[in-house]
Nanobody, 125 residues
Framework: QVQLVDSGGGWVQAGGSLRLSCAAS????????MAWFRQVPGKGREFVAG????????YYADSVKGRFTISRDNAKNTVDLQMNSLKPEDTAVYYC??????????????????WGQGTQVTVSS
Protein backbone atom coordinates (compact mmCIF):
# COMPACT_ATOMS: atom_id res chain seq x y z
CA GLN A 1 0.00 0.00 0.00
CA VAL A 2 0.98 3.59 -0.47
CA GLN A 3 1.84 5.66 2.60
CA LEU A 4 0.35 9.17 2.80
CA VAL A 5 1.37 12.17 4.90
CA ASP A 6 -0.90 15.23 5.01
CA SER A 7 0.30 18.73 5.78
CA GLY A 8 -0.63 22.38 5.42
CA GLY A 9 -3.59 22.81 7.73
CA GLY A 10 -3.96 25.71 10.10
CA TRP A 11 -6.09 28.59 11.22
CA VAL A 12 -7.43 31.24 8.87
CA GLN A 13 -10.10 33.92 8.88
CA ALA A 14 -13.16 33.57 6.67
CA GLY A 15 -12.36 34.55 3.12
CA GLY A 16 -8.76 33.46 3.43
CA SER A 17 -6.85 30.66 1.73
CA LEU A 18 -4.91 27.56 2.68
CA ARG A 19 -3.07 24.95 0.65
CA LEU A 20 -2.99 21.36 1.80
CA SER A 21 -0.44 18.90 0.54
CA CYS A 22 -0.23 15.13 0.66
CA ALA A 23 3.04 13.29 0.06
CA ALA A 24 2.92 9.67 -1.05
CA SER A 25 5.55 6.97 -0.82
CA UNK A 26 5.93 3.24 -1.07
CA UNK A 27 4.18 2.45 -4.34
CA UNK A 28 4.07 3.98 -7.83
CA UNK A 29 1.96 7.09 -7.32
CA UNK A 30 0.34 6.96 -10.73
CA UNK A 31 -1.29 3.65 -9.81
CA UNK A 32 -3.70 5.58 -7.61
CA UNK A 33 -6.62 7.91 -7.93
CA MET A 34 -6.50 10.42 -5.09
CA ALA A 35 -9.04 12.36 -3.06
CA TRP A 36 -9.47 14.70 -0.14
CA PHE A 37 -12.10 14.07 2.51
CA ARG A 38 -12.98 16.03 5.62
CA GLN A 39 -14.52 15.14 8.91
CA VAL A 40 -16.05 17.06 11.79
CA PRO A 41 -16.69 15.54 15.23
CA GLY A 42 -19.67 13.22 15.30
CA LYS A 43 -19.95 12.87 11.52
CA GLY A 44 -18.53 10.60 8.87
CA ARG A 45 -15.89 11.54 6.34
CA GLU A 46 -17.22 13.77 3.59
CA PHE A 47 -15.85 13.78 0.04
CA VAL A 48 -14.31 17.12 -0.89
CA ALA A 49 -12.41 16.61 -4.13
CA GLY A 50 -10.90 13.83 -6.23
CA UNK A 51 -8.45 13.51 -9.08
CA UNK A 52 -7.72 10.69 -11.47
CA UNK A 53 -4.33 8.98 -11.64
CA UNK A 54 -3.38 11.00 -14.73
CA UNK A 55 -4.66 14.29 -13.38
CA UNK A 56 -6.93 14.71 -16.36
CA UNK A 57 -10.19 14.34 -14.45
CA UNK A 58 -11.22 16.15 -11.29
CA TYR A 59 -14.32 15.99 -9.14
CA TYR A 60 -15.67 18.31 -6.45
CA ALA A 61 -18.37 18.36 -3.84
CA ASP A 62 -20.98 20.99 -4.62
CA SER A 63 -20.10 22.82 -1.42
CA VAL A 64 -16.54 23.56 -2.59
CA LYS A 65 -16.92 23.98 -6.36
CA GLY A 66 -15.39 27.20 -7.54
CA ARG A 67 -13.45 27.66 -4.30
CA PHE A 68 -11.20 24.58 -4.03
CA THR A 69 -8.82 23.13 -6.61
CA ILE A 70 -7.23 19.70 -6.47
CA SER A 71 -4.02 19.00 -8.36
CA ARG A 72 -1.29 16.38 -8.44
CA ASP A 73 2.33 16.10 -9.46
CA ASN A 74 3.19 12.52 -10.36
CA ALA A 75 6.87 13.35 -10.60
CA LYS A 76 6.90 14.57 -6.99
CA ASN A 77 4.32 12.08 -5.68
CA THR A 78 2.15 14.81 -4.25
CA VAL A 79 -1.48 15.85 -4.37
CA ASP A 80 -2.53 19.32 -3.26
CA LEU A 81 -5.77 21.02 -2.34
CA GLN A 82 -5.87 24.77 -2.84
CA MET A 83 -8.66 26.21 -0.73
CA ASN A 84 -9.82 29.77 -1.38
CA SER A 85 -12.68 31.86 -0.03
CA LEU A 86 -12.78 29.69 3.05
CA LYS A 87 -15.91 29.63 5.18
CA PRO A 88 -16.39 28.66 8.83
CA GLU A 89 -18.29 25.59 7.66
CA ASP A 90 -15.08 24.38 5.98
CA THR A 91 -13.62 23.80 9.45
CA ALA A 92 -12.73 20.11 9.75
CA VAL A 93 -9.91 17.61 9.78
CA TYR A 94 -8.87 17.02 6.19
CA TYR A 95 -7.55 13.68 4.99
CA CYS A 96 -6.01 12.64 1.72
CA UNK A 97 -6.87 9.19 0.49
CA UNK A 98 -5.76 6.81 -2.25
CA UNK A 99 -7.55 4.11 -4.21
CA UNK A 100 -6.37 1.90 -7.04
CA UNK A 101 -6.83 3.50 -10.44
CA UNK A 102 -8.81 0.40 -11.42
CA UNK A 103 -11.56 1.44 -8.99
CA UNK A 104 -12.07 4.98 -10.20
CA UNK A 105 -12.45 8.19 -8.24
CA UNK A 106 -14.99 7.12 -5.65
CA UNK A 107 -17.09 9.61 -3.71
CA UNK A 108 -17.47 7.48 -0.60
CA UNK A 109 -14.79 6.96 2.02
CA UNK A 110 -15.24 3.20 2.28
CA UNK A 111 -13.84 2.77 -1.23
CA UNK A 112 -10.41 4.08 -0.23
CA UNK A 113 -7.63 1.84 0.99
CA UNK A 114 -5.06 4.27 2.26
CA TRP A 115 -5.33 7.42 4.33
CA GLY A 116 -3.16 10.21 5.57
CA GLN A 117 -3.09 11.08 9.25
CA GLY A 118 -5.25 14.18 8.77
CA THR A 119 -4.59 17.89 9.13
CA GLN A 120 -6.81 20.36 10.98
CA VAL A 121 -8.29 23.33 9.15
CA THR A 122 -9.99 25.97 11.26
CA VAL A 123 -11.81 28.92 9.69
CA SER A 124 -12.95 31.67 12.00
CA SER A 125 -15.80 34.05 11.25
Amino acid sequence: QVQLVDSGGGWVQAGGSLRLSCAASGRPFNNYNMAWFRQVPGKGREFVAGISWSGKSTYYADSVKGRFTISRDNAKNTVDLQMNSLKPEDTAVYYCAAVSRRVGVALTSNAYDCWGQGTQVTVSS
